[in-house]
């Protein structure tokens, strides 16, 4: 007989420190089974996890997966990267230090891309492994659609939460930018890097976000916002057909149960968008990763050393220009996406493709992740291949705990 999941976040919440141990060992019982064939964690200590002594707090108990781009004083932290192969940081990143002092129990560290770029890691997509997880927080991703963990930790720069949440069939979180302390997360571009959750019910995200965002509401009451807006995007037509239908099928799915529904028309400025956020990405990387090049160069990978390469040879006067035009951009989105409209669109092109030697293109994330909007991908049904499908929900920046609340209300109509 099959090990079950591990309760979701709010049912291992609801056991509280007496049912710590119960849910630790139901993770440990269901990595234990599937890890072979999903590979989604680099490390995992059940044990010291079951032994350290829980902080009381609002997440007493609650075992956590760590993006292994994410510092931890206790777990190796590679990077992804055989540069840093045995690397032991000496302090904990700021999310893992205010996730452990609210009570959370880390169990392990999920895999990541090299430097949460493109090359992948060794995570197979748990609903059929000939496919990709999608990157870079495969593991993350892999490991909570698996049912191994409640919640895991991600990191977005350009489709790194939205894009594996949608190949493996889970919520997927990714905050406004700079929503929370980004300390001890290796930086890939610092002006887009972005922390994430992994969950498997939208409710899942606001107790976790609660402690990594102070402000930030505990809970979520699932609320149909003012409106919601299909919006195609530059990229529409890339997308498969199955992919497209879902979006338009979801968006008819909420106008019947009451949303007022339309479609946001998409501006002229957007051509070239994807453009401009890899401008901005590869030239941060060519600095971030100078010397990684220059003294580890032969254990980069091919992908990464060409971003960086890239990103050397970009000039001053076109990361000027990219920079300027993301400004704009920023600033018309804050017009045509009002605080209360959410947009709906693509998580990624379609089902998780086949093969495991990239991990999907991120097209249709790039651009939201420059705008630094909050942005939720929600399962949505299954294409041809019997893979998870999902939908993007966004919302205006800064409005996280409203677009939350609004996802929770489609995660409900939808079904």
């Known amino acids: 007989m099959a090990a079950p999941f591990c309760p979701t976040v709010t049912g291992a919440l609801q056991m509280g420190s007496t049912g710590a141990a119960m849910v630790l060992n139901a993770c440990k019982a269901r990595i234990a089974e599937r890890e072979a064939s999903v590979a989604a964690w680099e490390v995992v200590d059940v044990r010291a996890a079951m032994?350290?002594?829980?902080?009381?707090?609002?997440?007493?108990?609650?075992?956590?997966?760590?993006?292994?781009?994410?510092?931890?004083?206790?777990?190796?932290?590679?990077?992804?990267?055989?540069?840093?192969?045995?690397?032991?940081?000496?302090?904990?990143?700021?999310?893992?230090?205010?996730?452990?002092?609210?009570?959370a129990l880390v169990l392990g560290k999920t895999v990541t891309t090299e430097f949460a770029s493109a090359h992948p890691g060794k995570t197979h997509n748990p609903h059929n492994p000939a496919h990709t997880p999608g990157g870079s927080s495969s593991g993350s991703a892999a490991a909570v659609a698996d049912g191994m963990v409640p919640v895991a930790l991600g990191t977005q720069t350009a489709g790194s939460v939205i894009r594996p949440?949608?190949?493996?069939?889970?919520?997927?979180?990714k905050g406004t930018y700079g929503w929370t302390d980004l300390a001890g997360v290796h930086p890939l571009a610092p002006s887009l890097d972005t922390l994430g959750l992994f969950t498997r019910r939208v409710s899942d995200i606001a107790p976790v976000r609660a402690v990594l965002a102070p402000g930030a509401r505990a809970t979520i009451t699932a609320r149909q916002p003012a409106r919601i807006r299909l919006f195609r995007t530059p990229m529409w037509e890339q997308a498969t057909p199955e992919g497209r239908r879902a979006v338009e099928r979801a968006l008819r799915m909420v106008g019947?149960?009451?949303?007022?529904?339309?479609?946001?028309?998409?501006?002229?400025?957007?051509?070239?968008?994807?453009?401009?956020?890899?401008t901005i990405m590869f030239a941060e990387m060519g600095r971030q990763f100078a010397s990684e090049l220059r003294d580890h160069g032969d254990k980069l990978?091919?992908?990464?050393?060409?971003?960086?390469?890239?990103?050397?040879?970009?000039?001053?006067?076109?990361?000027?220009?990219?920079?300027?035009?993301?400004?704009?951009?920023?600033?018309?989105?804050?017009?045509?996406?009002?605080?209360?409209?959410?947009?709906?669109?693509?998580?990624a092109p379609g089902e998780a493709p086949e093969g495991l030697a990239a991990t999907g293109d991120p097209m249709f994330n790039r651009p939201w992740t420059l705008l630094g909007v909050p942005c939720v991908a929600l399962p949505y049904r299954q294409g041809p291949n019997g893979l998870p499908l999902s939908v993007q929900l966004v919302a205006a920046r800064g409005a996280d705990d409203d677009l939350l609340d609004a996802a929770a209300w489609v995660e409900e109509t939808l079904g």
Not at 258 to 274: F, L, Y
């Open 51 to 103: 032994d350290s002594a829980p902080v009381a707090g609002p997440l007493t108990g609650l075992p956590v997966g760590v993006k292994d781009i994410i510092d931890t004083a206790a777990f190796p932290t590679a990077y992804g990267s055989p540069i840093f192969a045995g690397h032991r940081p000496k302090d904990d990143a700021a999310c893992v230090v205010a996730l452990k002092q609210a009570g």
């Open 165 to 173: 949440a949608a190949y493996c069939g889970v919520v997927g979180y």
């Open 256 to 278: 019947d149960a009451g949303a007022a529904t339309d479609e946001a028309p998409v501006p002229a400025s957007w051509a070239d968008i994807v453009a401009t956020q890899i």
């Open 301 to 347: 990978s091919a992908a990464i050393r060409d971003q960086i390469e890239q990103g050397q040879k970009t000039t001053p006067e076109v990361e000027q220009a990219a920079r300027a035009k993301a400004d704009a951009l920023r600033a018309e989105i804050a017009e045509l996406l009002p605080p209360g409209d959410v947009w709906i669109t693509l998580a």
